[in-house]
Nanobody, 116 residues
Framework: QVQLVESGGGLVQPGGSLRLSCTGS????????MSWYRQAPGKGRELVAR????????TYADYVKGRFTISRDDTKNALYLQMNSLEPEDKGVYYC?????????WGQGTQVIVSS
C-alpha cells in the first residue's frame, strides 16, 4: 500500500530552523498535489503549505508566510518544508499529505517542538 514517511522533526530553539522531509513509496508524487499540515496540541489539523503538481504554485497559511518554504522533488518522490524563524506557536505534529481525485494519503507525522 501507499506509504508516506515524514522525517526531520525535533526540538529547536525559538528563531531556529528545521527542514522536514516526506518520502513516498508505491505512489507517484508527480500525480498529486502535496501539502504539509500541522496539528497543535488540543487543536485540529490545519494546512501549513501546499504545492501544486509540478511545483507551479504554492499556498501558505498566513502565519508561516515568509518563514516557511515548501518544495518538491518528484524525481525522488520527496516533499520538503524548510522552516525558518521558528516560534513556539509552530510546535505540533506535521503531516505530509498527497491528494488527487479519488485518493488522499497521509503520513504518520513528525513532531516539532520549539522551546528554549
Amino acid at each position: 500500500q501507499v506509504q508516506l514517511v515524514e522525517s526531520g522533526g525535533g526540538l529547536v530553539q525559538p528563531g531556529g530552523s528545521l527542514r522536514l522531509s516526506c518520502t513516498g513509496s508505491r505512489i507517484t508524487f508527480s500525480a498529486y498535489v502535496m501539502s504539509w499540515y500541522r496539528q497543535a496540541p488540543g487543536k485540529g489539523r490545519e494546512l501549513v503549505a501546499r504545492i501544486a503538481r509540478g511545483g507551479s504554485s504554492t499556498t501558505y497559511a498566513d502565519y508561516v508566510k515568509g518563514r516557511f518554504t515548501i518544495s518538491r522533488d518528484d524525481t525522488k518522490n520527496a516533499l520538503y518544508l524548510q522552516m525558518n524563524s521558528l516560534e513556539p506557536e509552530d510546535k505540533g505534529v506535521y503531516y505530509c499529505n498527497a491528494r488527487a481525485i479519488g485518493n488522499d494519503y497521509w503520513g504518520q507525522g513528525t513532531q516539532v517542538i520549539v522551546s528554549s
